[in-house]
């Protein structure tokens, strides 16, 4: 089994920046593929970054392209979510999600079988 806890959410006025963390346990966690999702208050699901178990193959919803960065440190059992340029349409809760199998990304939240359990990004105009 694989437990994921995020950190790093909290206020911050549009423009700045936040870097979200989540550890996870589990010998897998190396080998399994990473995303972040959001959502908005009334809002579906959605995928907002995604890496693969080297870190060497990202992706990116285009409302976030080029100012969020995904990334991952195995050694540290730790994917990152480093948020630039941040904006009012951001705010949303942000969860970390591991698939069960396979070591490359999915963009569909149904193909993760671990979360975590969110943590509120609050951006001011």
């Known amino acids: 089994q694989v437990q994921l806890v995020e950190s790093g959410g909290g206020l911050v006025q549009a423009g700045g920046s936040l870097r979200l963390s989540c550890a996870a346990s589990g010998r897998t966690f190396s080998r399994s593929a990473m995303g972040w999702f959001r959502q908005a208050p009334g809002k579906e699901r959605d995928i907002v970054a995604a890496i693969n178990w080297s870190g060497g193959s990202t992706y990116y919803a285009d409302s976030v392209k080029g100012r969020f960065t995904i990334s991952r440190d195995n050694a540290k059992n730790t994917v990152y979510l480093q948020m630039n340029s941040l904006k009012p349409e951001d705010t949303a809760v942000y969860y970390c999600?591991?698939?069960?199998?396979?070591?490359?990304?999915?963009?569909?939240?149904?193909?993760?079988?671990?979360w975590g359990q969110g943590t509120q990004v609050t951006v001011s105009s």
């Open positions: 999600a591991a698939r069960r199998i396979g070591s490359t990304y999915s963009l569909t939240a149904g193909e993760y079988g671990y």
